[in-house]
């Protein structure tokens, strides 16, 4: 619905059904709220350079399908060999799994100079997902490793920035040049973890051999963790390690491991800029991580 040109407001609720699911939980309602308010078209901005000024707002919930079509169900395969074929069981079934639900808020600012020859927006996106999907270790005894499971919420809060441009628009001369840059910066927290999740990072904070992946509420799911090294010990020529406590050991342990950084960028984007001259185009793109 939009009045007068300036105010709009947009609204939907949806049922989606899906097989990928459990028997109970193959339905979700999802919605949305969305509002803007046009403010270019105000008396007061008459005449100025500003040709576009608009504030945004969205709520709304979403539910994700990014996943096997086929992981809330006991499947079977066929199988043979020189002497026998046979029938076998080839994922263990979770008749309890449910939609990946996502809780969404967005609110933002577009402007536009010059008849839109400059134009920019600035938005906060604030996202919690609840009921996430993922493999989880399960007892050996069911012939299987590992089982899709619900285990716990994410929220991921960011910032995006865009600004491009029309800089040269020659018309006698046929030539244009145009410069487009954005910029994102995001951070994720693990909110809630729930058992499953737990006992898989007992077992992975045990396992000596390898290294495996540790979820930690209040942490990023991408952190980056490490047994603080103090050096080399000049006189015994050993490793000097740091345990949670402050104390120093030669022996190096998981469980002293702590956040050292993190694998998501502080800031990441791209920028591209398109030369056009008569006929002849030219297009240049760079992505960019800080």
């Known amino acids: 619905y939009m009045y007068d ?5 947009d609204f939907n609720i949806r049922g989606d059904l899906s097989s990928q699911f459990g028997a109970d939980t193959k339905m979700a309602p999802f919605w949305s709220v969305g509002l803007r308010w046009n403010m270019e078209r105000e008396k007061w901005l008459e005449g100025s350079i500003i040709s576009n000024l608009t504030l945004f707002g969205s709520v709304g919930t979403t539910g994700s399908q990014s996943y096997s079509p086929y992981q809330a169900k006991e499947t079977y395969s066929f199988g043979s060999n020189q002497t026998v074929t046979g029938i076998y069981e080839s ?24 008849n839109s020859r400059l134009n920019a927006t600035v938005s906060y996106y604030h996202n919690y997902t609840d009921e996430m999907l993922l493999g989880t270790n399960i007892q050996p005894s069911t012939g299987f490793s590992t089982l899709t499971r619900n285990v716990g919420a994410v929220l991921n809060e960011g910032v995006d920035v865009s600004l491009n441009g029309l800089l040269i628009n020659n018309y006698e001369n046929q030539f244009q040049w145009s410069l487009s840059v954005n910029a994102t910066h995001n951070r994720n927290v693990i909110k809630k973890l729930f058992n499953e999740l737990k006992e898989m990072n007992r077992k992975n904070q045990e396992n000596r051999n390898e290294i495996l992946p540790i979820y930690e509420e209040g942490e990023s799911t991408t952190v980056i963790k490490s047994v603080r090294s103090l050096g080399i010990d000049p006189a015994t020529g050993q490793e000097l390690f740091q345990k949670l406590n402050g104390e120093k050991t030669f022996v190096w342990d998981a469980a002293d491991k702590v956040p050292v950084g ?29």
Not at 5 to 9: A, E, G, L
């Open 5 to 9: 040109q300036r105010f709009s407001v």
């Open 91 to 114: 994922q263990y079934p979770n008749y309890d799994v449910t939609w990946e639900r996502a809780r969404k808020y967005n609110v933002g600012l577009e402007f536009g100079l010059w």
């Open 262 to 290: 993190d694998t998501e960028p502080k800031v990441r984007g791209a920028v591209n800029s398109s030369l056009i001259w008569k006929n002849l185009s030219v297009n240049l793109g760079f992505s960019y991580q800080f």
